[in-house]
């Protein structure tokens, strides 16, 4: 069969160029934190790529970003590391999209957002969407980074679920398309953290995508999206692995949370919510 063929082919290419980078590395002996930690990702990849289940797809994807945000400093020490790095690209993302319902480019519009005081930016760790707009205004939290972003907003490592902040400090959280990578049991939990953080009356504003449950025999959901920005426009792919989510779900989420709906849209596969924190008083008794 010579789609397999290929695959084998590809899969030995990957592992020999991973095989030969990690090599060079240790040979070379810097102490330099990004090298270590190349080499220790280079030998963890080597074990997960081989028949790869969700998780270690998963997790492949999260060492990728990783070694690519270092790939400028370590070419320099080793040239091969670049076409390790590329070659690992490729094989994420066809391996990725053999196992993908993969939807039609969708395209967004969104402008700075206008609001007194900071904006929680949930999930902020990706392209900074909300940092490009908003700059210093944000204070994005997410448990990654990506070290090449630009914004101006301030990074801080927190998980959602548990943020370290004060109660009732913000007038407007948001979250873009990042529910879509948080577990599903631990939505309303996020949910209960910022309801717990904004004052009464704060906006909490969501962008995210329908996600069926189940599709043929796929695990992965892959979404590309264009951000039209007022100054750029930005080119990215969104892949998470099926999990059911939905415009009604989370508006289900809104009402067992004590928030209630202030504003809503939906575009084929991606929709909007705009949620308002309800001040004690006028929280909806459950019967």
Known sequence: MPETDDKVRSLGKLQKSMADSRSLLKKHGSKDQSVIDAVNALTRLDELVVSPSEEALQEIGVLFEKIR???????????????????????????????????????????????????????????????????????????SFLTHQDSDSLKILMDASDLKLLSCQFELAVAFFTFMYIENDDHPKVFREVHRVLKDGGRFLIWDSRIPESFEDKRFFVLPLEILLPDETVEATYGVKLDHQSLPYFKGLASRSDFEVAGEWEKEEIFFLELKKLPPDNVPEIS
């Open 69 to 143: 945000d270092a790939t400028d400093d370590i070419t320099k020490i080793v040239p091969l590391f670049a076409d390790t790095v590329s070659q690992l690209g490729e094989w994420l993302q066809w391996t990725m999209m053999e196992s993908s319902l993969v939807v039609g480019k969708h395209t967004i519009e969104i402008e700075p957002i206008e609001t007194e005081g900071y904006i929680l930016d949930i999930g902020g760790g990706g392209e900074g969407i909300i940092g490009k707009l908003n700059g210093r205004d944000a204070i994005s939290i997410d448990i």
